[in-house]
């Protein structure tokens, strides 16, 4: 399998488990829901209206993925898995990125005090078990590629095994050893026709 492949069949679960992750720190950093609503759109979160299509978009790339993992596996090209510290690596730099280019955009200035902000750090801690589920996605994916991919060789083999063509056996002509012109008439005196 190609190492662009699985990272496309990767990065959507970690992008939706950082997403999870940003949900959460804000939901325990803010628990009243009018707070929560006043800090997310101070902060720059407007673009989150768009979250329904953004996953629909990396649901999509994640199955076409998927469907070209399973093509891979029966042409019998090896799996290349990833390193699991990316899953631990990309959630946490996506978060920090993410948090401070929401303010940037939001206050036009670089927002230093980002860090110094209660659903930050909230926010780091959580994109860790979020990042271990994204990791036990991504190997259940592989793995299920696959298992798909044996079941349709199998299939295949099966399918081939049936409709394998019958050698049919076509007549053919059958030569018998000729007999001596006079055999038949000195049968009894001579030797027997058929070794017995």
């Avoid at 469907?67 to 019998?76: E, F, P, S």
């Avoid at 799996?79 to 990316?86: D, E, G, M, T, Y």
């Avoid at 990791?135 to 081939?160: G, H, I, M, Q």
């Avoid at 019958?166 to 018998?176: G, H, I, K, N």
């Amino acid at each position: 399998m190609r190492r662009g492949l699985t990272w496309l069949l990767v990065l959507p679960a970690i992008a939706v488990g950082s997403q999870i992750a940003h949900g959460l720190a804000y939901q325990w950093a803010y628990p009243q829901a009018h707070l929560r609503v006043t800090e997310l759109a101070y902060s720059g979160h407007g673009y989150l209206a768009y979250a329904p299509a953004a996953l629909a978009f990396l649901g999509a790339v994640q199955l076409i993925a998927f469907a070209v993992a399973v093509l891979d596996a029966v042409r019998r090209r090896p799996a290349r898995s990833l390193p699991a510290w990316v899953f631990l690596v990309i959630p946490e730099v996506g978060f920090v990125l993410q948090e401070h280019l929401e303010r940037l955009f939001a206050a036009g200035r670089f927002p230093w005090w980002t860090a110094l902000e209660p659903s930050f750090w909230r926010g780091l801690v959580l994109q860790l078990p979020l990042a271990l589920a994204a990791y036990l996605v991504a190997r259940l994916l592989l793995r299920a590629a696959s298992v798909v991919a044996d079941v349709v060789v199998a299939r295949n083999r099966r399918t081939v095994a049936r409709r394998a063509p019958e050698r049919t056996l076509r007549p053919q002509l059958v030569f018998l050893p000729r007999q001596a012109p006079l055999a038949g008439i000195a049968a009894g005196r001579a030797p027997p026709l058929v070794p017995g």
